[in-house]
């Protein structure tokens, strides 16, 4: 066989002919230039990060936050910024009709980012605290998918990624509300890429353990919101756990700045097969791990030992 193929390629060689390129030296680099994606919760952090990072890769970016001083900054720098309130329909509905009509070529893609976290022990969540994280990080974000769903089977195709978790994946103590709604997340989002799986329309969760951000400092003033610490069982936890949440700089090791979210994004983006899942830093893969390994009490004792009982 070796034989043969030499022969054929001299055959060619003396047709004139140029040897034919092997697969694995093909670099094809997409066109971006028309390729529109819709990201959420770019005010900070992983949101403009992934907006910065795919505009220099030539996508036209829609980038939206709730607050209207950030869409004003985010227009300031050179972006189409538009008002989405993960909370408000009605939001929603605009911000999607305002996005098709500024996208020359359609959505090609959504990146849902938008999400905040509640620390606190599960019996202290009411019923409210429940529904408002709820309301941004699972209702609003699948209201958004689905109008995006119906825009992209009208074209025939394209790409929508979740920022989930290492939280989609395990549970931490103190933690609870933000985990309840990307175990969700990854639930719906698994049905969802089932139902679409002849669509061309092709869905992927990224799951971040620690990544450089403003999480703990929107966290501590939800907790602060929503949390009767003075009448808690957990009082001492809090105390740790509040230290850990106003504490300056990294808290947990293996932190990543957000240009590792980045580069799953653009995988996901950009190749024919994107993947399911993409795991980043060492926790995620570490814990996805060991919650196929270990027996449940096992894994219950590392992972309150890894949180130190929301210390960390």
């Given at each position: 066989m070796a034989v043969e193929r030499k022969a054929h390629r001299r055959s060619r060689q003396h047709r004139g002919l140029p040897p034919r390129p092997r697969p694995s030296n093909l670099v094809v680099m997409p066109d971006t230039t028309t390729r529109t994606v819709l990201i959420t919760g770019c005010s900070s952090g992983i949101g403009l990060c992934v907006?910065?990072?795919?505009?220099?890769?030539?996508?036209?970016?829609?980038?939206?936050?709730?607050?209207?001083?950030?869409?004003?900054?985010?227009?300031?720098?050179?972006?189409?910024a538009l008002p989405l309130d993960l909370d408000d329909s009605v939001s929603i509905c605009q911000a999607v009709s305002d996005?098709?009509?500024i996208a020359p070529q359609g959505l090609y893609a959504l990146f849902n980012n938008g999400a905040w976290g509640l620390p606190g022990a599960v019996e202290d969540l009411s019923r409210d605290a429940l529904r408002a994280q709820f309301e941004t990080n699972l209702f609003g974000t699948m209201e958004l998918t689905n109008l995006i769903v119906r825009h992209m089977r009208e074209q025939g195709g394209g790409r929508i990624i979740h920022n989930s978790s290492v939280l989609g994946l395990v549970a931490l103590p103190y933690r609870g509300a933000y985990t309840a709604t990307k175990f969700a997340l990854e639930g719906i989002t698994d049905t969802q890429r089932m139902e679409l799986r002849h669509t061309g329309i092709h869905i992927s969760l990224i799951e971040p353990g620690p990544i450089e951000s403003r999480f703990r400092e929107n966290a501590y003033c939800m907790y602060q919101r929503w949390i009767d610490k003075q009448h808690s069982a957990h009082r001492e936890q809090y105390k740790a756990m509040e230290h850990r949440l106003l504490k300056d700089g990294p808290v947990a090791p293996f932190i990543l700045p957000p240009e590792a979210v980045l580069s799953r994004v653009v995988h996901a983006l950009e190749r024919r097969r994107p993947r399911v899942r993409?795991?980043?830093?060492?926790?995620?893969?570490?814990f996805g791990a060991l919650r196929r390994l270990l027996p449940y009490q096992m894994l219950d004792w590392?992972?309150?030992?890894?949180?130190?009982?929301?210390a960390r």
């Amino acid at each position: 066989m070796a034989v043969e193929r030499k022969a054929h390629r001299r055959s060619r060689q003396h047709r004139g002919l140029p040897p034919r390129p092997r697969p694995s030296n093909l670099v094809v680099m997409p066109d971006t230039t028309t390729r529109t994606v819709l990201i959420t919760g770019c005010s900070s952090g992983i949101g403009l990060c992934v907006a910065r990072g795919l505009r220099s890769r030539g996508y036209h970016v829609i980038a939206t936050a709730r607050k209207a001083e950030d869409v004003q900054r985010l227009a300031d720098g050179g972006f189409d910024a538009l008002p989405l309130d993960l909370d408000d329909s009605v939001s929603i509905c605009q911000a999607v009709s305002d996005a098709i009509a500024i996208a020359p070529q359609g959505l090609y893609a959504l990146f849902n980012n938008g999400a905040w976290g509640l620390p606190g022990a599960v019996e202290d969540l009411s019923r409210d605290a429940l529904r408002a994280q709820f309301e941004t990080n699972l209702f609003g974000t699948m209201e958004l998918t689905n109008l995006i769903v119906r825009h992209m089977r009208e074209q025939g195709g394209g790409r929508i990624i979740h920022n989930s978790s290492v939280l989609g994946l395990v549970a931490l103590p103190y933690r609870g509300a933000y985990t309840a709604t990307k175990f969700a997340l990854e639930g719906i989002t698994d049905t969802q890429r089932m139902e679409l799986r002849h669509t061309g329309i092709h869905i992927s969760l990224i799951e971040p353990g620690p990544i450089e951000s403003r999480f703990r400092e929107n966290a501590y003033c939800m907790y602060q919101r929503w949390i009767d610490k003075q009448h808690s069982a957990h009082r001492e936890q809090y105390k740790a756990m509040e230290h850990r949440l106003l504490k300056d700089g990294p808290v947990a090791p293996f932190i990543l700045p957000p240009e590792a979210v980045l580069s799953r994004v653009v995988h996901a983006l950009e190749r024919r097969r994107p993947r399911v899942r993409y795991y980043v830093t060492v926790p995620t893969y570490l814990f996805g791990a060991l919650r196929r390994l270990l027996p449940y009490q096992m894994l219950d004792w590392v992972l309150a030992r890894a949180s130190g009982d929301g210390a960390r």
